[in-house]
């Protein structure tokens, strides 16, 4: 943990720093294929809609003992053969005790003799079984409704992005995320078969909250980053903003972190002890959007947005500005460090001459290079004469007193 913190001190003040927005190209590349993957299976698999959006009925056998749990899903399936034949049954356990069955619309002469046939097959009394139906009509005003309160969100974000950063740019940047976010996420429910509730849709609604607040956070950064860049004329945009992202990356991932304990815990408990349900399917929706939004926050919407101002004119000339300076202070070194060289160059020479031969050597070699102080220390700076380096001579002799 100690490492980690001292990472986030070494990113914020810049002693470390990774190229995110030059890689772009990179995270574009490595998008597409988290794209290509969620349209697989889209197309390839289709969503697995629940009872409430395809419609159906739904049977609970509560009170089923352990011994015959440990085949319920052949169990309730021949039960149900007489009723449904060649009906798409879905057959999950809840908790230690109770199976739910979702098949098809059934009449209540059915429904009755579902009910009879699954106690029998689980020898628990009649009562222990419960049926209901859903129509799929429910399951379509949900999806109007989340289909409205989508399309009102994106469009207030687009409003109060556009108002906050004074750029309609970094509302298109953080859209993109949000979609991208949104469609991996459903994409993944369908490539692994994750059944789509209610639950789900106000999971899917959710994570576009939590990714859209972290990419506020990165491009706040930014934009205090970029406006410093502005004035200071020492950085250009896209240095300026990889330098935010670099920033907000530890407080990223670690807002992303413990965000995602409780929900793991949840997810966790909801398969392996409860079973399938509300919390089970909101938890999913939450545990991949989360991650996904900050992937995107981090790696898509930043380098998106720079690539979208690049090309504006105040940047253009901005990144001009900064590169004729740094090239300019680069030439003034250059010329100091030649300027430097030939001094002691020409210091050097002016010492040898008139040296006899064997003060000369004696200079030129390595143990006579540069000055010595009375002591025979090395002195830096200028070189002295070789007859200055052997001591003191000039100095007046001291009288004995008597005694």
């Known amino acids: 943990m100690s490492r980690f ?3 986030g001190n070494d990113l914020y003040s810049g002693a470390r720093s990774f190229d995110i927005v030059g ?35 739904e049977l609970r056998v509560s009170g089923v003992s352990s011994a015959e749990m440990e085949d319920y899903e052949q169990t309730a399936d021949e ?94 940047a953080a859209l993109v995320a949000l979609v991208h976010d949104v469609l991996f996420t459903v994409g993944i429910y369908a490539l692994v078969g994750i059944e789509v509730s209610p639950a789900s849709v106000i999971g899917f609604l959710t994570i576009l909250g939590y990714s859209i ?23 250009t945009y896209a240095e300026a903003a990889n330098q935010a992202v670099n920033q907000t990356l530890v407080r990223s991932i670690n807002t992303s972190v413990v965000a995602l304990l409780p929900v793991a815990v949840i997810l966790v408990v909801g398969v392996t002890l ?65 300027e430097l060289l030939e001094t002691e160059d020409e210091g050097q020479e002016g010492a040898l001459v008139g040296a006899p031969a064997g003060a000369q050597d004696e200079a030129t070699s390595p143990a006579g290079t540069g ?14 004469h070789p007859y200055a380096q052997r001591g003191p001579r000039n100095q007046p002799k001291r009288k004995r007193r008597g005694r």
């Open 274 to 338: 409860i079973g399938p349900g509300t919390l089970v399917d909101l938890s999913w929706a939450l545990f991949i959007g989360i991650t996904v939004g900050t992937f995107s926050s981090i790696f898509i919407a930043t380098p998106l947005l720079v690539q979208l101002r690049q090309g504006e004119l105040v940047v253009r000339r901005h990144d001009a500005q900064v590169t004729r300076r740094r090239e300019r202070r680069e030439a003034r070194s250059s010329h100091a460090d030649d």
């Open 23 to 57: 890689r772009r190209r990179f995270w574009y590349a490595l998008s597409a294929v988290l794209m290509l993957v969620s349209l697989f299976g889209l197309v390839g698999r289709g969503l697995n809609f629940g009872i409430e959006f395809s419609g159906g009925s």
């Open 5 to 7: 913190s001292r990472l």
């Open 79 to 172: 039960a149900l053969e007489a009723v449904d034949p060649g009906g798409t049954t879905t057959i999950t356990r809840i908790g230690d005790d109770t199976v739910r069955v979702q098949t098809g619309e059934l009449d209540n002469t059915e429904a009755e003799t579902a009910r009879a046939d699954l106690a029998e097959a689980f020898d628990v009394d009649t009562a222990a079984v419960t049926s209901s139906f859903v129509g799929p009509s429910w399951g379509e005003t949900v999806t109007q409704r989340a289909g409205i309160a989508l399309a009102v969100f994106l469009a207030l974000v687009t409003l109060v992005l556009t108002f906050y950063f004074h750029t309609w740019k970094m509302a298109v």
């Open 371 to 384: 000055a010595t102080s009375a002591r025979g220390e090395q002195a830096p700076g200028r070189q002295l």
């Open 213 to 235: 607040y972290d990419t506020i956070v990165v491009f706040d950064k930014v934009r205090e980053n970029t406006d410093h860049a502005f004035d200071t004329k020492r950085q």
